[in-house]
């Protein structure tokens, strides 16, 4: 089975400030989906990004961008220029190429400090 | 509809009652998938529908869980004689599901159920 791991429950950055939130999975599939969701305080999910296996090049959404390491199993999500309306929480998703539901991190706390 | 939508957004039971939770899902998506998401945890998976078929329940915890979608659209998932470990906001996704690999998911606001 699928896991994917967060090993930060919390992380704070400083508006304006560029800040990266880690996530590893495991999996013996070759080709799968990666997902990075926020879910703010009133707790709707929105996608942030995403990013598929068999691409080398690493998905950017304005802000957002993740440095996707295929070997490593590694899939981090940078936030550059960090606003106040960042400040939620952050899952990190997987999702095989032949199944349908996703499998969810932990999630990290992100705080967004003044 | 705009998105998905939920509810009730909060409900209340006592253990042993029986709960109904509500999903409608956006105007046209074939797949529903419904989540539990325990407190300060990653949701869950717990059952999957393309269109009124329930093809994946794998993540159901107990018998004590139903969820249908006799239309292929509105979907309700239950939980009979609710026990306190049920107690968890409950996350309801659409996706369009077409024959795209990519189908983002849509999430609902969740029903926080509180079991006393």
């Known amino acids: 089975a699928q896991t994917v791991t967060q090993s930060q429950p919390e992380m704070s950055v400083q508006e304006a400030e560029t800040v990266t939130l880690s996530c590893t999975y495991d999996t013996s599939e070759s080709d799968y989906y990666l997902f990075w969701y926020k879910q703010p305080p009133s707790r709707q999910m929105i996608l942030v990004i995403r990013q598929e296996a068999y691409k080398q090049q690493n998905a950017t959404e304005n802000r957002f961008s993740v440095n996707f390491q295929k070997a490593a199993k590694s899939f981090s999500l940078k936030i550059s220029d960090s606003q106040l309306g960042d400040a939620a929480m952050y899952f990190c998703a997987y999702r095989g190429y032949y199944g349908q539901n996703f499998v969810f991190g932990p999630g990290t706390r992100l705080s967004v400090l003044p | 509809g705009a998105g998905v939508s939920q509810s009730p957004r909060y409900k209340v039971a006592k253990r042993g009652q029986d709960v109904a939770l509500r999903c409608d899902p956006i105007?046209?998506?074939?797949?529903l998938f419904w989540y539990q998401q325990a407190l300060g945890q990653g949701p869950e998976f717990l059952t999957y529908?393309?269109?009124?078929?329930?093809?994946?329940k794998s993540g159901l915890p107990s018998d004590r869980f139903f969820a249908e979608r006799p239309e292929g659209s509105v979907s309700t998932l239950k939980i009979q004689r609710t026990q306190q470990e049920d107690s968890a906001v409950y996350l309801c996704?659409?996706?369009?599901?077409?024959?795209?690999?990519?189908?983002?998911?849509?999430f609902g606001p969740g029903t926080r159920l509180t079991v006393l």
């Open positions: 105007s046209g998506h074939v797949s």
């Open positions: 529908f393309q269109n009124e078929a329930q093809l994946d």
């Open positions: 996704a659409s996706s369009l599901d077409t024959s795209g690999r990519w189908d983002t998911q849509y």
